[in-house]
């Protein structure tokens, strides 16, 4: 019987994560301005055969270090260079990060170790970045792996989870930088002033593992340092110090913003994560309360501040707090009777609050087209949507409060996978054709046989990323005085033919339109 749960434990285990990870993971192209420029970055790696110095239409590009290339580029060589490839580093680093979380809660608080794993990898935050070709999951994943391998370290003694926490930062410092480092000593410190026990600073500051951590990262940043002298001022300066304390890349957000963002990041798990939170708040300075609990609050709260201070916002920046916060949740269900120990109007309130985000959940999923195509609802549309999504909470609130709880699992898992499945059945393809370069890419190969060269004109950097990208060609740009002399192709915001042909001096040709992006696309003769 053991032996059947256990394979049952693996199998979940491995499913949820695979469905919420890989399923239908092209079925939308690459969009954003990162997702195709970091996937294009990767490519000219592969190609220059170079890999210290990362490059962009082959000039430096030192945004950010270079771990999330170097696992494209080997995902490129099994794969093929194609947009499924590209987002596979991220399905990666999210997997390793749900397999930490079972291995930690197995040794460290045993029976919890599949609720853990299965709140983290279902979370809005780890599935939808474990979707993209971004920066953001290798960075999340590989400090949130070292993070508990401190705690592992600190709750047992043994100095290889103190050397596990080092390696692992020096990876993070190699998926984002400096602010790996900087959160986790951050974290520790705070954690080791609320125990009133600074040894446990002190005991962390290990050579042996600062060296290894060091091995890890700085050969790296020493060699692209030395080929690109402007490296230092271009990452460190710009793309770190003036990120953070200023507004120079036009990201600004209010000083709240993050509280909404992490809250959707805990979906569906965001009510009980509330709940969770308030809990570990209230048992913080308790001499008899859980060292866990205070340990994942701390690091929610500075992962939350930190990047609440910073005066450039983007969601991604608050990933590595969502495993903390989503192993807060699993804390809270570690006694399968909590629901009973608290008051019954309490419980209520914790039921129907599940229940509604569950069901909104499934509602969303059911409208995504006219969300993703009108950004609004029709009444006429709505209606069987919303009976479905209210009868969906009834069920669940019924379930939740008749089994004190113990069905939340199951309640949780099914709505959430339909939810998806759902979205992305009915949702890939307006998302494929109002947000990515993609089908834009295949029907100006429809015409062009030769693959000439392309520029674009008054249209977003998302869609000169996505060009680049899926072309595999340098674009450039009119409005810069970017014209190429011979022969090419005009990707132009509607309406601009007029702009086109004075900017280019010469014959313009309207080949056709992209209606679902409003764009023209034209062709340029020679000189």
Not at 425 to 433: K, M, N, S, T
């Amino acid at each position: 019987m053991k032996n059947s749960s256990r394979l049952t434990d693996w199998l979940l285990l491995l499913a949820v994560p695979a469905f919420f990870f890989l399923w239908n993971l092209s079925s939308f192209g690459l969009i954003g301005a990162d997702e195709p420029r970091y996937a294009q970055v990767a490519r000219e790696m592969l190609a220059r055969h170079d890999w210290v110095t990362p490059t962009l239409g082959g000039i430096p590009w030192l945004e950010k270090p270079p771990l999330y290339y170097w696992q494209a580029t080997f995902a490129y060589r099994l794969f093929g260079v194609n947009d499924w490839a590209a987002r596979l580093p991220s399905v990666f680093d999210a997997f390793l990060l749900v397999l930490a979380v079972y291995w930690f809660l197995r040794r460290f608080r045993p029976g919890l170790e599949l609720d853990g794993a299965i709140i983290v990898a279902t979370a809005a935050g780890i599935a939808g970045f474990a979707r993209a070709a971004s920066t953001d999951m290798p960075l999340a994943a590989s400090f949130s792996i070292a993070m508990l391998a401190w705690y592992a370290w600190f709750e047992s003694g043994e100095k290889k989870y103190l050397a596990a926490f080092y390696g692992f930062l020096g990876l993070a410092m190699l998926a984002k930088g400096p602010v790996a480092p900087f959160l986790a000593i951050a974290v520790i410190i705070i954690f080791a002033a609320l125990r009133r026990n600074p040894g446990i600073v002190r005991k962390t500051l290990w050579i042996p593992g600062i060296l290894l951590g060091c091995a890890f990262a700085l050969p790296w940043y020493v060699l692209v340092q030395l080929r690109n002298p402007q490296f230092f001022h271009e990452f460190i300066v710009e793309h770190n110090l003036a990120r953070f304390g200023t507004n120079l890349y036009h990201h600004p957000q209010p000083f709240w913003y993050y509280i909404p963002v992490t809250l959707v990041g805990w979906v569906p798990w965001s009510i009980l994560t509330i709940a969770a939170l308030v809990a570990a708040v209230r048992q913080l300075r308790s001499p008899a309360g859980d060292t866990l609990r205070s340990f994942l609050l701390i690091w929610v709260g500075v992962i939350v501040i930190f990047f609440s201070i910073s005066q450039s916002k983007l969601p991604g920046y608050v990933l590595p707090a969502i495993p903390a916060g989503a192993l807060l949740a699993a804390e809270l269900t570690r006694d399968k009777s909590f629901a009973t120990k608290i008051a019954s109007w309490l419980r209520v309130v914790i039921a129907s609050a599940h229940a509604s985000l569950l069901a909104s959940l499934v509602f969303a999923a059911l409208v995504i087209q006219y969300l993703v195509l009108e950004h609004r609802v029709p009444w006429n549309a709505a209606a069987v949507p919303l009976a479905s999504a209210i009868a969906i909470a009834i069920a669940i609130f019924v379930l939740l409060v008749k089994s004190d709880f113990r069905t939340l699992r199951i309640v949780t898992l099914v709505p959430a996978i339909v939810a998806l499945a759902v979205a992305l059945r009915f949702g890939a393809q307006p998302i494929d054709e109002t947000l990515s370069a993609r089908p834009v890419a295949n029907e100006l190969g429809n015409f062009d046989p030769h693959h000439l060269p392309i520029a674009v004109f008054l249209v977003p950097r998302e869609t000169e990323y996505g060009l680049t990208f899926y072309r595999d060609q340098v674009v450039s740009r009119y409005e810069l005085g970017q014209i190429p002399q011979g022969e090419h192709l005009v990707v132009a915001a509607q309406g601009f033919q007029k702009g086109v042909a004075k900017a280019a001096g010469r014959k313009v040709t309207y080949l056709g339109n992209f209606a679902p992006q409003k764009l023209d696309y034209f062709y340029v003769a020679s000189l």
